[in-house]
């Protein structure tokens, strides 16, 4: 055991050994970059692409192997190394990549004039209160499912459709993520609605034995529902539970919903504020088969595949960390009849119309098998 005075005398001689050695290596690094930007000048003279999946392989085995214990360490500072390389060959031979297309030929102004626009569920709903927000002089049609709502905009029936992606309580909605992955559609806007539930029940009610809700409203409510030793009944939409008890009258059901619906349905407010939290809040997202790439955009979703490999998660976002992007979601599925290969879904921070982050992901698309770029948009909190 050394003393203080000890620790920092010893430390300070291998901080000098360090920034010794990192002053080394930096003229190295500089000039290995140098030497990309050459590669890529003869790779666009040649119309080869940035990615040579096989000398990078061999670069990572040859690091491994002549670097004895410390070759697993140093290999993930050549990927890194080798991914900024990448980037800047990207940079300069400018390849014509659809992102560098889409930024130049997608409008930059959202235009919710006249559209016509779908949500899943009946008027009342808290999809309905996010989707007057984005679309405020519309009249906003309603169909029964999720699925629903992707078909209409697939077939041209909707130009935009409304949906809820995730609470912060009860989680991600996970049926909209895998639609989300399967069509994937543009998303042209995100907003976040706080969510207050309260408990509703017909006119001449009797005692309350049972709530009927959506399952993501009853999953938010199970503290109140556990304290009154309720009853639980699913149902696809919390305001269309409130349509229900509405119209049905059961005298011991009550309905879970937003106090707007209990008033558009005609149904007494028992009880106010019953979710779990009081900092309750749910995430919409707006999708269409058009992008729109607002100035001040800044989220940016995408989709892909990995195989099943060790790392190969990490290697994709290392690359977002090293251009300073803020990962905030990720979701995962598998693809059908492929054994232990998934679809990656990805929100992260970014705009488009900057240099860098336009490369990178043009990068990813051209490197990344099942690439969809799925847009970026504005986050409204």
Aim: net charge negative; aromatic share 8%.
């Amino acid at each position: 055991m050394i003393d203080e005075k000890q620790f920092e005398v010893e430390m300070l001689a291998v901080r000098q050994d360090i920034d010794h050695i990192d002053k080394a290596l930096t003229p190295l690094l500089i000039e290995r970059m140098q030497c990309s930007e050459r590669v890529a000048k003869i790779k666009g003279q040649a119309g080869k692409p940035v990615l040579d999946a096989s000398r990078e392989k061999a670069i990572l085995t040859r690091i491994r192997e002549s670097s004895a214990e410390f070759g697993d360490s140093l290999v993930p500072v050549y990927r890194s190394i080798m991914a900024v390389s990448r980037m800047r060959q990207h940079r300069q031979m400018q390849i014509a990549d659809g992102i560098r297309q889409l930024v130049q030929e997608a409008p930059t102004t959202f235009q919710p004039r006249g559209a016509r626009v779908l949500c899943q569920g009946v008027r009342g709903a808290y999809t309905h209160r996010a989707a007057r927000h984005f679309f405020p002089d519309t009249d906003i049609a309603f169909i029964e499912t999720w699925n629903e709502v992707f078909e209409a905009v697939a077939a041209n029936r909707a130009d935009y459709g409304v949906l809820p992606v995730e609470n912060s309580a009860a989680g991600a909605v996970s049926d909209v993520y895998t639609l989300l992955m399967e069509y994937r559609f543009f998303i042209v806007g995100a907003a976040t609605e706080k969510i207050s539930h309260c408990i509703a029940a017909a006119e001449g009610h009797g005692e309350i034995k049972k709530v009927v809700s959506h399952p993501q409203g009853l999953m938010q409510c199970t503290e109140y529902i556990k304290s009154k030793r309720l009853e639980q009944q699913e149902y696809g939409n919390t305001a269309a539970a409130a349509k229900y008890v509405a119209e049905s009258k059961p005298e011991d059901t009550a309905a879970i919903c937003s106090e707007e619906a209990a008033r558009e349905y005609g149904l007494a407010v028992l009880e106010k504020n019953i979710q779990n939290t009081k900092q309750n809040a749910t995430r919409f997202v707006v999708i269409a088969k058009k992008p729109v790439l607002p100035v001040d955009a800044d989220k940016i979703s995408l989709c892909f595949s990995l195989p099943h490999e060790a790392g190969s998660l990490y290697q994709i976002l290392e690359r977002f960390a090293v251009h300073g992007l803020n990962l905030t979601k990720i979701e995962s599925r598998p693809i059908p009849e492929r054994n232990f290969e998934y679809d990656f879904y990805l929100d992260f921070t970014g705009n488009l119309h900057d240099d860098e982050t336009s490369a990178l992901i043009g990068m990813l698309q051209q490197e990344l098998p099942r690439f969809s770029f799925l847009g970026n948009y504005k986050e409204r909190q």
